[in-house]
């Protein structure tokens, strides 16, 4: 299914997403599903990450088992029910151009919302736990995670809006959210025909580069700057969202 570059660009997607689960917080997981629907149909670029990402999981579900916030893993993951039922009905009725303009849209927010996170332009004012805002955040989780694995930052919105919710509180509702709703999202890509023999071995091809790639940000984490990976990473992102938005509107002709 993946041959020559495709499947190098492949690899590199699947490295990238390694890199960032192992050293850098994993929030630039998505982009790797961004950068293969420039040169696959986002259907099938979807279904061959989806394995990656619930590989590189594994490990860090044993690591923070139990340490989550039980109330607001809770709520997200109630929340992103019909979250994951829209992105499923959207993805079974709209053309391939029109996945192409979410994902190119929703990489160009990502990275407009990472840049004002980082220069303060968006500082949420910490308040109690909210059901309702949780249940709101899970829909918005589930909705983009389906279309886009793309799920961290409503995630990140609600989460850090909160009082009292520490580091490891935060990484490990991170960790039991996104690895319960990937799990949902396996069965209802399987249910509406995404992946295929072809696409599970494809994604088997490239998760040994996944990874070493999170061998790698695991080591990386203390040497390379994390301003300077993520400048990189977010041009990157912002090309292959623009990328995305020009062949999904036919501005190419």
């Known amino acids: 299914m993946l041959d020559g570059w495709v499947f190098a660009l492949a690899a590199m997607a699947a490295l990238l997403a390694g890199i960032s689960k192992g050293g850098f ?11 293969l629907a420039v040169v696959v149909e986002p259907g099938v670029a979807l279904a061959l990450m989806l394995p990656v990402l619930m590989a590189i999981d594994v490990a860090a579900v044993r690591a923070y088992w139990g340490k989550w916030h039980a109330p607001s893993a809770r709520a997200i993951l109630i929340g992103s029910l019909p979250g994951l039922a829209l992105g499923a009905i959207l993805l079974s009725v709209v053309s391939d151009d029109a996945i192409r303009v979410l994902i190119g849209g929703i990489a160009a927010a990502f990275v407009i919302y990472r840049v004002a996170m980082t220069r303060g332009w968006i500082a949420p004012r910490p308040r109690p736990f909210d059901a309702r805002k949780g249940w709101a955040a899970g829909t918005a989780v589930g909705f983009t995670s389906f279309v886009a694995h793309a799920g961290g930052p409503p995630f990140a919105v609600f989460m850090l809006g909160q009082d009292g919710i520490g580091k490891t509180d935060y990484h490990a509702t991170s960790v039991i959210v996104f690895w319960v709703v990937n799990a949902l999202k396996a069965v209802i ?14 994604s088997a091809a490239i998760i040994p580069f996944a990874l070493v790639g999170t061998f790698i940000g695991v080591r990386a984490h203390a040497v390379i700057p994390e301003r300077a990976f993520f400048a990189v990473a977010y041009v990157a992102l912002v090309l292959t969202g623009l990328k995305l938005l020009w062949d999904g509107l036919g501005l190419g002709g």
């Not at 917080?25 to 950068?35: D, E, H, P, Y």
């Not at 399987?190 to 696409?199: K, R």
């Open 25 to 35: 917080g994993g929030s630039l997981g998505f982009a790797s599903s961004a950068i």
């Open 189 to 202: 890509y399987t249910l509406i025909g995404l992946f295929s023999l072809s696409t599970l071995g494809a």
